[in-house]
């Protein structure tokens, strides 16, 4: 029989590993910078990143120490201030915010109350609190946070500010460059994951024909020759909507691009360098993804295709938590957690892969052909305004994460969305093909 204290043990133990995680993670991304840099805003499609810092503290407030300890306020003229919904990025710098010193003030206080209450929680009774999940839940949060202000970072002129070691250099991938995913049903999604978040859920069967999928997210020097073929010039390849945003913004190359002569730079961080062939490509929209598809002949995988590949085990005929297996990722599996500032390549096997498909989990986040839409049986918690609102053909799902992105908040089941005309996140893709075709 199971030791209820020991349950209890282990999830207090990931409940602090996490928090402690994001929060070291939040720490580094405010203090590599000078306070003015913290206040400006370095796009007006992003917050000051003090904005975020106080956002986080906050949220860790409202949701941990009032709803489920039963506190009063400690800020309350501050919640408006910091309200997600209420003002958009662009109208934020212009609101009353914390300035830094008190703003880190804030989240420590918030957070060495919360670490307190984590020591007396019960970890059942309601939702909120079974299996931890509302502090499972913060700490998905602060990291979101923590990867929307590396994207600000890279949005940010001037001289590199942050550093992390590169990965150790990959051996180029031998094999084949695209995989057979077998048709038939599989189980989409998920009822059992104990910090899924609500548009995860619920478990489903899906119906998926067969189709191919590369093996790898397409690389610069592949997205290189569509547009030295001239794919940002021919029509053929966009969707109007998508031809009409780019010849609109004057869009020839990923965001962070720029030609020299015969070569083709990029800016990461601060720094400049040459474009690395064997990399995947980064920065490109949904439009541009669909678009140099097409000119491959070739097509953006569904959701269910993508996350078919990513969890289907044929052998044992059911759905893995991710492509190796369902042991959490570790530095073998994935490249995560902002270990690195890039990606960290295709010698991350994992150990066994189900199906061969590579490099799912981890490097870039992978624009998918799917709609932001809800799962049969949706149910929103534990407020409407973390995907509902969000659900319509306004939005294009992205899956599998990026360098940027924690593990606590990636799964095989994790769904990400944005505008298909979003270039700042740290987005790549891959193509398939269905079985039946040439």
């Not at 969890?311 to 059911?318: E, F, L, T, V, Y």
């Not at 940027?404 to 987005?427: E, K, L, M």
Request: glycine share 8%.
């Amino acid at each position: 029989m199971t030791d209820p204290a020991h349950d209890a043990d282990t999830l207090r133990e990931r409940a602090l590993t996490t928090l402690t995680t994001a929060r070291a993670r939040t720490t580094l991304l405010t203090s590599c910078v000078e306070d003015p840099d913290l206040t400006a805003q370095h796009s007006p499609l992003m917050s000051p990143l003090v904005w975020d810092l106080a956002h986080i503290g906050n949220q860790e407030e409202q949701w941990l120490l009032r709803t489920v300890a039963g506190r009063e306020a400690m800020r309350p003229e501050i919640d408006g201030i910091y309200d997600a919904f209420e003002h958009p990025r662009a109208a934020r710098p212009t609101l009353p915010l914390l300035p830094p010193t008190e703003a880190r003030h804030y989240a420590s206080e918030v957070r060495g109350r919360v670490l307190d209450l984590l020591e007396s929680t019960a970890f059942h009774g309601t939702r909120l609190t079974e299996a931890a999940f509302a502090f499972g839940m913060i700490a998905q949060h602060e990291q979101q946070h923590d990867e929307t202000m590396l994207i600000t970072h890279q949005l940010r002129k001037g001289p590199q500010a942050l550093t992390a070691p590169d990965p150790e250099p990959a051996p180029l991938l031998t094999g084949p460059s695209e995989v057979l995913v077998p048709g038939g049903p599989f189980t989409m999604g998920t009822s059992t994951e104990p910090w899924a978040l609500d548009n995860e859920r619920p478990a489903h069967r899906r119906e998926v024909p067969p189709f191919y999928i590369d093996t790898t997210p397409v690389t610069n020097a592949a997205y290189k020759a569509f547009i030295e073929d001239g794919g940002y010039d021919d029509d053929r390849w966009w969707t109007p909507e998508g031809w009409a945003h780019i010849r609109g913004n004057s869009i020839h190359a990923p965001l962070f691009w720029r030609r020299d002569g015969k070569q083709w730079l990029r800016r990461r961080f601060g720094v400049t360098e040459v474009v690395p062939p064997d990399e995947p490509v980064l920065h490109v929209c949904w439009y541009e993804a669909d678009a140099y598809a097409r000119w491959a002949g070739r097509r953006l995988p569904t959701e269910a295709e993508w996350e078919k590949a990513a969890r289907h085990d044929p052998a044992g005929n059911r759905s893995m938590r991710y492509p190796w297996g369902d042991d959490d990722p570790g530095p073998e599996h994935a490249n995560l957690g902002q270990r690195h500032l890039r990606r960290a390549g295709r010698q991350l096997s994992g150990g066994r892969i189900s199906l061969g498909v590579r490099q799912l989990i981890g490097d870039v986040w992978e624009w998918t052909a799917s709609d932001f839409l809800p799962y049969p049986g949706f149910q929103a918690f534990p407020y409407k305004e973390y995907s509902e609102v969000f659900f319509g053909p306004e939005y294009k799902v992205l899956r599998g994460g990026a360098f940027a992105v924690d593990a606590v908040a990636c799964r095989g089941t994790f769904r990400n969305w944005d505008y298909p005309i979003r270039r700042q996140i740290f987005s790549g893709f891959r193509t398939a093909r269905s079985a039946g075709d040439a």
